[in-house]
């Protein structure tokens, strides 16, 4: 039975907590805030009993003696958790980001490494059936090997709270999920960055609602996002709407449920080729999916056999660079080099 503590009971918990509800081998044993009203809280919300509740994640940890520190406390307390986390022997998995800084996610990593714990990360998005099935797809070469991705994330949440005051909002916020996902689906590490991010009129964001990043990735692929996060009408999914183009032909999802592709046959009308439909296949037995839940699961699996889970945080941290790479181009009108 693997035990676990979880730091942080604000809203992001619930998602967190209706997962591991449904894992049978593993036991909740602490929650940790240091708003001891909103620990107790998920306690009667989720009917959890013989659960420790503390505002110190130390004293939690040293009184339940748990394997594993789920961190879900805010991006800023993220060092402190898992520092102390693996100070008392545990384990982490991580909200995303890994950290608010370059220089705090090198001494995380630096820190699992010492401790020789495992760290990972909810990069939830490549847990996704459509993501999974895309990357499946592009590894077969049907298409030859892809030359560029083309991603657009429209949307106009009102949030409220912290997002509207903080600086780079889509890019430190949302974007790394797009990020991710696309080195991902290529496998192929970013090189480079040019960025630029504005605030249009309309936008109640205090800085950095609508950015437009163009990537070098590994292999000569072009990674061109385009997103806003104030962009009101004709609103894009969530996971973006993405156009990858290959050698022979050209992939389309629109992040929700339509996904198809085409490719170049020999046949020419006029100027152009004939395209044909190609077949993607269905998800693979194989292939992980189930959001939090099927980070979860490949976490606690990775525990068992000791090995690096797909969203470990060595890996994770090319994402977080994305992010990073772009913020200092925006800032810096220029074209900078990603340094993991």
């Not at 913020?327 to 009108?333: P, Q, Y």
Request: aromatic share 8%; proline share 4%; hydrophobic share 45%.
């Amino acid at each position: 039975m693997q035990t676990a503590v979880l730091a942080g009971c604000g809203a992001m918990s619930t998602v967190w907590l209706e997962a591991i509800q449904k894992l049978p081998e593993l036991k909740l044993v602490g929650l940790v805030d240091v708003d001891i009203a909103r620990a107790k809280d998920c306690t009667e919300r989720f009917h959890l009993h013989d659960v420790a509740i503390g505002a110190s994640l130390k004293e939690v940890l040293i009184s339940k003696k748990p394997n594993i520190v789920f961190d879900v406390a805010i991006p800023q307390a993220r060092r402190d958790v898992v520092m102390t986390a693996f100070e008392q022997g545990c384990d982490v998995l991580t909200e995303k980001p890994l950290a608010t800084s370059m220089e705090d996610a090198r001494a995380i990593l630096g820190a699992a490494k010492a401790h020789n714990r495992i760290h990972a990360v909810v990069q939830n998005r490549r847990y996704l059936a459509n993501i999974r099935r895309i990357r499946r797809f592009l590894d077969s070469a049907e298409l030859g090997k892809p030359t560029s991705i083309h991603c657009d994330f429209y949307l106009a949440p009102h949030f409220g709270g912290f997002r509207e005051t903080m600086d780079h909002v889509l890019l430190v916020d949302m974007a790394i999920h797009t990020f991710d996902a696309a080195r991902y689906l290529v496998n192929a590490a970013p090189q480079s960055v040019f960025c630029a991010e504005w605030d249009p009129p309309n936008s109640w964001y205090k800085n950095g609602s609508s950015a437009v990043a163009l990537f070098d990735l590994e292999g000569g692929i072009v990674f061109n996002y385009r997103g806003s996060w104030c962009a009101d009408g004709a609103r894009t999914s969530w996971e973006s709407n993405w156009r990858i183009v290959c050698e022979r032909g050209t992939l389309i999802w629109d992040g929700f449920d339509d996904l198809w592709a085409e490719r170049a046959t020999s046949t020419r009308e006029g100027i152009f080729d004939v395209p044909e439909r190609v077949t993607i296949p269905a998800l693979h037995a194989e292939d992980k999916i189930g959001g939090h839940l099927g980070v979860i699961t490949d976490f606690l699996e990775a525990l068992r056999t000791r090995s690096q889970p797909e969203t470990t945080g060595s890996d994770n941290i090319k994402s977080l660079a994305m992010v990073f790479g772009a913020i200092e181009s925006a800032t810096s009108g220029e074209r900078v080099k990603i340094r993991i």
